[in-house]
């Protein structure tokens, strides 16, 4: 029997190995076992995941109901804490929405949750309505059980901001890397302040802001370009891909040409989505509107990855109401 290739489901302990038996094709689904075991320790042969749904809040359901189940599964401790990545801006509000709603419901707690943020303007007071601190507490943490001290963002009014972002990598490091990382994207494909042209193993540092993004984010600001910052302090894509997981939110028309340079194009750093297909464990939840510049055949492959998992998911549903636990693990995945 020839191992002709394997995709991996969007779920952390899950993928499909495409097998060849004379001239039969089969699936076999294998499933990693291990409670806290990390996506990394896969074989690197993992394709960057796309999931699909109608439209932004369903976008954000899907993906605060995965946060949900990545954070119980962890079962975070105050000693080993489940550690999160966040983005600022439009595209991740409907997920924190969703979060908030899981938290309010007893279904989930940030008690044991430390959080770092993308990035932070330069230059613009901590407590200015567009901050990116105002906007998680007034946005996020400020619904949710967090302790404000395991919160970090960015100072973007630091004195020294290069030592900086040299903290925070710092900081990140302490706390054994970033567990999950949700990230949002900007038209151009830029992931936190990482601009096109981006160096793909760059670092927390400042960046100077690119016209496109200046004029977009102009919108948060009475529409006045004069107001929005020129410089910011963001995590780098390299902090990114040193995650174990990624998901990033894609959303509206307006980025469905970055979501196809990503899914259907090369690695290219004029395209920082694209990057993702670096890592061992990323997923894309874009809606219907993000894949306007998609294949169609592209659209139905991603789908019909999504309809396995559901069977999947089911299989393993039955066999725990009867009482027959999951699947044994078939295989090595190292």
């Given at each position: 029997m020839k191992w002709i290739s394997r995709f991996f489901l969007p779920h952390p302990r899950c993928s499909v190995i495409l097998l060849r038996s004379s001239c039969t094709l089969c699936f076999l689904i294998v499933m990693r076992m291990s409670k806290n075991s990390s996506p990394l320790s896969t074989n690197a042969d993992n394709r960057l995941g796309l999931i699909i749904r109608e439209n932004a809040p369903s976008v954000g359901d899907y993906i605060a109901n995965y946060i949900c189940r990545r954070i119980n599964d962890f079962d975070p401790t105050a000693e080993k804490p489940f550690v999160l990545g966040l983005p600022t801006g439009s595209s991740p509000i409907p997920t924190y929405k969703a979060l908030i709603k899981l938290v309010k419901a007893g279904k989930l707690s940030f008690k044991h949750v430390v959080t770092f943020n993308m990035d932070e303007y330069v230059g613009l007071p901590q407590d200015h309505s567009e901050s990116y601190h105002t906007f998680?507490?007034?946005?996020?943490?400020?619904?949710?059980?967090i302790p404000p001290s395991q919160v970090h963002i960015l100072n973007g009014n630091a004195t020294d901001l290069i030592a900086e972002c040299n903290s925070y990598e710092e900081k990140i490091k302490e706390y054994g890397g970033i567990e999950l990382f949700l990230g949002g994207i900007g038209e151009d494909g830029h992931i936190a302040f990482?601009?096109?042209?981006?160096?793909?193993?760059?670092?927390?540092?400042?960046?100077?802001?690119?016209?496109?993004?200046?004029?977009?984010?102009?919108?948060?600001?009475?529409?006045?370009?004069?107001?929005?910052?020129?410089?910011?302090l963001t995590v780098g894509v390299a902090t990114v891909l040193d995650s174990r997981e990624i998901v990033v939110v894609v959303t509206g028309q307006r980025k469905a040409l970055a979501l196809s340079k990503a899914i259907e194009g090369g690695v290219n750093h004029l395209w920082t989505l694209s990057a993702?297909?670096?890592?061992?464990?990323?997923?894309?939840?874009?809606?219907?509107?993000?894949?306007?510049?998609?294949?169609?055949?592209?659209?139905?492959?991603?789908?019909?990855?999504?309809?396995?998992?559901?069977?999947?998911?089911?299989?393993?549903?039955?066999?725990?109401?009867?009482?027959?636990?999951?699947?044994?693990?078939?295989?090595?995945?190292?």
């Open positions: 998680m507490f007034r946005e996020f943490f400020s619904h949710v059980d990482n601009e096109p042209g981006s160096s793909l193993a760059s670092r927390t540092r400042i960046k100077t802001l690119a016209y496109d993004t200046i004029l977009a984010n102009a919108r948060f600001f009475n529409n006045d370009i004069s107001a929005v910052p020129h410089m910011a993702l297909q670096l890592h061992p464990w990323a997923l894309v939840v874009a809606d219907e509107d993000a894949t306007a510049e998609l294949r169609v055949k592209t659209v139905k492959y991603f789908k019909s990855i999504e309809r396995v998992q559901d069977e999947v998911e089911a299989t393993q549903r039955e066999l725990k109401s009867k009482g027959k636990g999951p699947v044994p693990q078939v295989g090595s995945m190292e």
